[in-house]
C-alpha cells in the first residue's frame, strides 16, 4: 500500500467517527462490505472500475454506495437513478468535486469538467454553446467535410496508424474551429502537447476514479518534499507545468496571430476582437473554455472510432450491409454528403450501435452531491462522487437483448417515442443533467461523416498472417476514463479505384 495511504488512515479516525456522528435521515445506499477506515480502497481497480461496479450493481442494485476513507463514491446504474437524481434534480447534482489533487495542485480546477457549478461554470457553458450549440454547426459543415477527406486520405496511406490519424483528425477539427490552427503532421506540436496532457489526466491524474488521499485530507498538501509519501506532490508540480503549456500555447498562438494580421478566423479570434468584452475575466474564460473543449474532443473520438473498426472487422455483414445502403443512396461518383442522411438508416443505425457497445466514458465523469439528499429512502450525504454507470445501462439485457453483442438492427425497429428515448445511447453516453457533454451536436455530424466516409471508400476487415490466416484482433483496455481499445490488427484499404479516384477529386476541388 502506498505510504501515503497508510499517512490518511491514522488521520481518518476522527474523519470517520465525525461523519458516522452526524445525523442520517436512511441508511446508505448498499454496496460492497467496507473494511474499517479505508472503506472500499482494496476494491476500487485503476483498470476498467466500470467491470467492478457493474458487479456491484447486479450484487446491491440500481444505486450502490462505496467509500474511500470515508469519501463517499456512489454509483446510479440505471437510465431510472440517472434521470431521477442527475437530470432531475440537476441543480444539486450538478456540481463537480473539489479535487485537490487534479484542481488544486494539477492546475485543472478551471477546466470545464472540473469547474465547481456556479458563476463559472455558468459563463462557460454559455461559451461552449456559442461554440457547439445546435445551430452553429452546419456552419462547421465544409470545414468536417475537409477534415473527414484528409483523413481518410492518410488512413489509405498508412492505415496501421489509424488511432495518430484520428487523433489529427479530431484535435485538427477543434484546432481549427477554436483557434483557427492547421495542424501540421501526426507529430504536430500542439497535438503532441494534447496527446500527452490527456494522457497526463485520464491515466495518471484520475486513475481509480481520480481520488488521492490528498483530496481526503487537504493538509497534506503541506508536506514538505522530503517526507516520506510526499512523491505525489512532485508529480504534481510537473502535471501542473504540463497543463499550464497546455493552456497557454494555442491561445497565446491566437493572440500573436491577431496582432500580426495573420489570423485564421476562429471562435477566439472572433470573440477577441470584439474588444468591447475582453475584460480580464473573459479572457480567462475563453482561455480555459477553449482548451477544454480541445482536450475533451480527442480521446472521445478516437474511442467512438476505433470501435467502429473494431465492430466492422468482427461483423463483415454488417460492413457489407451498410456498404450496399450507402452505394445505392450516394452512388459510385461522389462522396456522401450531409443530405444523404435521412435516407442511411442502416449507418445510423451502426452509428447508434457503436456509441452503445463501444461505451466511450463508461462512468462518465463524476459529479458532487451539493446537499444531503434522501432517494427511494437511501440517504446519500452531501459531498458524495455521484459516477452515472453508463456501462452498466448500456449493457442492461432488459432494455438491451444480447446487451454484449453488435447488433445494428436493434435500432431498425420501430417503437413508440419514450422507449425509444429510452433506448438511444446519446440518452446516456454524453453524460447527465447539466454536465452534459457540450461537444454532443459536433459530434452527431463529425462522427456521422467519419463512418459514412469510411463505409462509401474503404473496406475493413481481419488482417491476415503470412500464410493468410486470419489474425482474431486482440482486444485490451488500458485507459482509466475512456474505453480506448488497444491498438489491435486490421486490414484497411480501398475499396476501389473508383474509390480512390472520388477521393483524388475531393482533394483536387479543395486546392
Ligand atoms: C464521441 C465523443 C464524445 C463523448 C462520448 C463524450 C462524452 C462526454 C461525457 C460522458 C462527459 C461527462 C458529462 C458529465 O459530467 O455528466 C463529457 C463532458 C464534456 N465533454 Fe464530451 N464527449 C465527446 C466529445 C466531445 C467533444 C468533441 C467535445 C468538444 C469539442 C467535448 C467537450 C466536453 C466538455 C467541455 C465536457 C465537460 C462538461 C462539463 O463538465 O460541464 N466532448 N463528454
Not at 442494485?61 to 463514491?73: A, K, P, S, W
Not at 473539489?98 to 494539477?106: D, F, T
Not at 488521492?212 to 517526507?227: E, G, N, R, Y
Amino acid at each position: 500500500m502506498n505510504s501515503l495511504w497508510v499517512v490518511a488512515a491514522v488521520l481518518a479516525f476522527s474523519f470517520v467517527w465525525h461523519r458516522k456522528s452526524k445525523a442520517q435521515a436512511g441508511p446508505l445506499p448498499p454496496g460492497p462490505t467496507p473494511v474499517p477506515i479505508l472503506g472500499n480502497v482494496r476494491d476500487l481497480t485503476a483498470k476498467e472500475l466500470w467491470l467492478a461496479a457493474t458487479k456491484w450493481a447486479k450484487q446491491f442494485g440500481d444505486v450502490v454506495h462505496v467509500h474511500i476513507v470515508g469519501q463517499g463514491l456512489v454509483f446510479l446504474n440505471s437510465p431510472e437513478a440517472t434521470m431521477d437524481l442527475l437530470d432531475r434534480k440537476g441543480s444539486i447534482y450538478g456540481d463537480k468535486p473539489a479535487l485537490v489533487m487534479a484542481g488544486e495542485l494539477c492546475g485543472c480546477e478551471t477546466m470545464v469538467a472540473f469547474t465547481r457549478y456556479g458563476d463559472e461554470s455558468r459563463r462557460q457553458r454559455r461559451l461552449l454553446n456559442q461554440a457547439f450549440g445546435v445551430q452553429v454547426i452546419p456552419s462547421y459543415h465544409p470545414l468536417i467535410a475537409t477534415e473527414t477527406h484528409s483523413f481518410i486520405q492518410r488512413l489509405v496511406a498508412d492505415p496501421s496508424n489509424y488511432i495518430d490519424h484520428t487523433r489529427r483528425y479530431a484535435g485538427g477539427l477543434t484546432l481549427s474551429v477554436i483557434y483557427g490552427y492547421e495542424a501540421v503532421g501526426n507529430n504536430d506540436k500542439f497535438l503532441s502537447l494534447g496527446e500527452e496532457c490527456v494522457d497526463i489526466l485520464s491515466n495518471k491524474i484520475a486513475s481509480g476514479g481520480g481520488i488521492w488521499p490528498v483530496d481526503i485530507f487537504p493538509s497534506l498538501k503541506h508536506l514538505p518534499t522530503w517526507a516520506p509519501g510526499s512523491g505525489f506532490l512532485i508529480k504534481a508540480a510537473e502535471w501542473k507545468a504540463k497543463m499550464e503549456e497546455f493552456v497557454d500555447q494555442p491561445y497565446n498562438f491566437v493572440k500573436a496571430s491577431l496582432t500580426a494580421g495573420t489570423h485564421v478566423p476562429s471562435f477566439c479570434s472572433m470573440l477577441l476582437e470584439d474588444k468591447e468584452k475582453c475584460s480580464p475575466q473573459f479572457e480567462f474564460d475563453l482561455k480555459h473554455t477553449a482548451n477544454s473543449m480541445y482536450s475533451a474532443s480527442m480521446d472521445t473520438t478516437i474511442t467512438v472510432f476505433c470501435h467502429f473498426l473494431l465492430a466492422m472487422v468482427l461483423h463483415p455483414e454488417a460492413l457489407a450491409k451498410a456498404q450496399k445502403e450507402v452505394d445505392s443512396v450516394v452512388g459510385p461518383d461522389r462522396l456522401p454528403t450531409f443530405s444523404d442522411r435521412p435516407s442511411l438508416p442502416f449507418v445510423e443505425a451502426i452509428f447508434s450501435e457503436t456509441l452503445r457497445w463501444g461505451v466511450p466514458v463508461p462512468l462518465s465523469l463524476p459529479h458532487r452531491l451539493m446537499e444531503d439528499d434522501v432517494y427511494r429512502g437511501m440517504f446519500i450525504p452531501k459531498g458524495s462522487l455521484i459516477f452515472g454507470n453508463i456501462w452498466a445501462i448500456t449493457r442492461d439485457e432488459t432494455l438491451f437483448p444480447n446487451a454484449s453483442a453488435f447488433l445494428p438492427e436493434r435500432y431498425m425497429e420501430k417503437v413508440d417515442p419514450a422507449l425509444a428515448k429510452k433506448r438511444d445511447p446519446r440518452s446516456y453516453v454524453f453524460g447527465f443533467g447539466r454536465r452534459r457533454c457540450p461537444g454532443v451536436n459536433l459530434v452527431e455530424s463529425s462522427v456521422w461523416l467519419m463512418i459514412t466516409t469510411v463505409l462509401a471508400t474503404l473496406n475493413i476487415s481481419k488482417a491476415k498472417d503470412d500464410f493468410g490466416n486470419p489474425i482474431e484482433p486482440k482486444i485490451d483496455f488500458n485507459n482509466a476514463v475512456f474505453r480506448i481499445p488497444d491498438k489491435f490488427q486490421c486490414d484497411i484499404r480501398p475499396r476501389s479505384e473508383q474509390a480512390l479516384k472520388v477521393l483524388r477529386q475531393a482533394e483536387a476541388a479543395r486546392s
